[in-house]
């Protein structure tokens, strides 16, 4: 065990060399963020370092007084001898993969990351090492996503046939990552794009790094009359489903969910919407076996998901995989057992 940099610990993953965390579930005195989302970025820690494009989403959850360092990405601290620099994983803003060497060996914490750039975060690049670290939310073969541009023919062809229609199209998806994802990509020009009030700190925060978002209105604003929402794009977190609030638009309001799990018909079923899209802010399996291979590493360690599978699968490939127990949250799955941020919506990504 001696050459490895980064072991399971109650409280997360620890480096020994270097006395800190990654991500820890429990509070600790050191923690090395790599993204905002409510499972892997929590409260109680005396220290956090994270990107610098993360402050202000770790800000707005956690609290504008905590002790952040932050850093870019690329740059190179040292703490205890261990070198620690951050690097893009394409998840959502200011997401990062943990580079970590010591005495000759270098590992990489991934976090959670996307292969395919999307436009609202730096891309995921690949860091070469001896130890990768990686997630497994979608690791299962079955898992392949559209592209970015046929993702969003489909969700603005079906805005456009609903608003021909006079019916609002109500997209239910995750607060932080995705729904400025959504944003970012569809034709503003159909419609006005109203947004739920727990999306719109997120969207200032997306706005303030230089991601170009269009214009967003609230269901309150003056110039939402009940025409125009049977134009609109409504944009909610999934908590939001059946309560009052979404009764503002009508009994004939199309709705659809942004999910990877979409891809599975049965999960659709269960949402109870007309409409779902495979959308994604994790690889999907080729996805995850690309970044695997980017890296170089022979020795992989398979954190949250289809991790059984995808440890077989990597070892009968002949390298060294094994498994880290973690508790980090299955994005992907709904609200259920994720922090809320603001009033009604998980702010894990998926």
């Given at each position: 065990m001696d050459r490895d940099l980064v072991i399971a610990r109650p409280e997360g993953l620890?480096?020994?060399?270097?006395?800190?965390?990654?991500?820890?579930?429990?509070?600790?005195?050191?923690?090395?963020?790599?993204?905002?989302?409510?499972?892997h970025a929590r409260s109680g820690h005396a220290h956090y370092l994270a990107h610098t494009l993360s402050a202000g989403t770790l800000r707005q959850r956690l609290g504008a007084e905590i002790a952040l360092q932050t850093l870019d990405y690329g740059e190179t601290i040292e703490?205890?001898?261990?070198?620690?620099?951050?690097?893009?994983?394409?998840?959502?803003?200011g997401s990062a993969q943990v580079r970590l060497a010591h005495g000759g060996r270098v590992w990489v914490a991934s976090g959670d990351y996307k292969t395919e750039s999307d436009g609202t975060c730096a891309p995921f690049e690949p860091v070469q090492c001896d130890t990768f670290i990686t997630e497994s939310t979608f690791g299962l073969p079955i898992y392949r996503w559209p592209s970015q541009a046929a993702l969003f023919d489909q969700i603005n062809d079906w805005w456009r046939r609903n608003a021909s229609?006079?019916?609002?199209?109500?997209?239910?998806c995750y607060a932080f990552g995705k729904a400025q994802r959504v944003l970012s990509g569809v034709?503003?020009?159909?419609g006005p794009i109203v947004v739920h009030g727990a999306m719109e700190p997120l969207n200032s925060v997306y706005r303030a790094a230089g991601v170009v978002l269009p214009a967003t209105h609230r269901v309150t604003d003056a110039e939402i009359d009940n025409a125009a929402l049977k134009r609109a794009l409504v944009i909610a977190p999934p908590s939001a489903q059946g309560t009052p609030w979404m009764k503002r638009f009508g009994t004939d309001a199309s709705d659809a969910f942004?999910?990877?799990w979409m891809q599975v018909r049965g999960r659709r079923r269960r949402r109870g919407v007309d409409r779902g899209f495979v959308m994604s802010d994790h690889a999907d399996w080729p996805g995850l076996l690309g970044a695997i291979a980017g890296t170089g590493a022979q020795h992989i360690r398979v954190t949250h998901g289809s991790v059984p599978v995808l440890v077989r699968w990597l070892n009968e490939q002949g390298l060294d995989a094994q498994a880290f127990e973690t508790q980090y949250g299955d994005e992907d799955m709904g609200d259920a057992g994720h922090v809320n941020d603001g009033a009604a919506d998980s702010v894990t990504g998926e």
């Open positions: 620890y480096c020994p060399a270097g006395d800190f965390y990654i991500d820890p579930w429990r509070p600790v005195d050191r923690a090395v963020i790599t993204h905002a989302h409510s499972d703490h205890h001898g261990v070198r620690l620099s951050l690097h893009p994983a394409g998840h959502v803003l229609e006079r019916r609002a199209s109500v997209l239910l034709d503003a020009a159909i942004a999910s990877g």
